[in-house]
């Protein structure tokens, strides 16, 4: 089964500066995909970014990108110009890929880091 | 709406009630999950439906949870007889289907208090 870590349940950002968000997860497929989360005071998960395994290129959306490092097998999100509406619980999850033998898609979701941002 | 709709937003109930939790996917998404989020935790997963059926079913955590999906569309999640540990906010969503990388949509959830 997969795993996915959050190892930082919360973080804190001045507003205009840049914070990094880890996330590690564990599996032994090969075809996967990764997500980011955002889940605002509202309560409604938003999808920030996406990472298919088998892309070198690292996502980018706007402010938000990701550190994909596949072989240590870690997907942080980073928020460049960090903004008061940036202040949520963020989501890392992972899914197995269309062509994973044997995986499971639904995806795995890490704990959550709960960023603060301060003006 | 375009998005994912959740009824009720909140529930407070008693002890031993039973409850329903209504999801109304996005029109068109075959794949409808449900998660529990308790207070401070990640998301846990409940069961999700392909079309009407509902091939995974080993997240829900006693025989009081059931779930139901009819006409490919609205699922309704219905615990019985309720108890404090079913507090938490659950959460819905859809997907294209299953067998893709399309992210999931979700719902602003129904938050559940138990007295």
Known sequence: AQTVTQSQPEMSVQEAETVTLSCTYDTSESDYYLFWYKQPPSRQMILVIRQEAYKQQNATENRFSVNFQKAAKSFSL????????????YFCA???GLHASGG???????????????? | GAGVSQSPSNK????????ELRCD???GHTALYWY???????????????????????????????????????STLTIQRTQQEDSAVYLCAS????????????????????L
């Open chain 1, 78 to 89: 980073k928020i460049s110009d960090s903004q008061l509406g940036d202040a949520a619980m």
């Open chain 1, 94 to 96: 992972y899914r197995s």
């Open chain 1, 104 to 119: 499971s898609y639904i995806p795995t979701f890490g704990r959550g880091t709960s960023l603060i941002v301060h003006p």
């Open chain 2, 12 to 19: 407070v109930t008693e002890k031993g009630k039973d409850v």
């Open chain 2, 25 to 27: 996917p996005i029109s």
């Open chain 2, 36 to 74: 529990r989020q308790s207070l401070g935790q990640g998301l846990e997963f409940l069961i999700y439906f392909q079309g009407n059926s509902a091939p995974d079913k080993s997240g829900l955590p006693s025989d009081r949870f059931s779930a139901e999906r009819t006409g490919g569309s609205v």
């Open chain 2, 95 to 114: 997907s294209a289907d299953t067998n893709s990388n399309q992210p999931q949509h979700f719902g602003d959830g129904t938050r559940l208090s138990i």
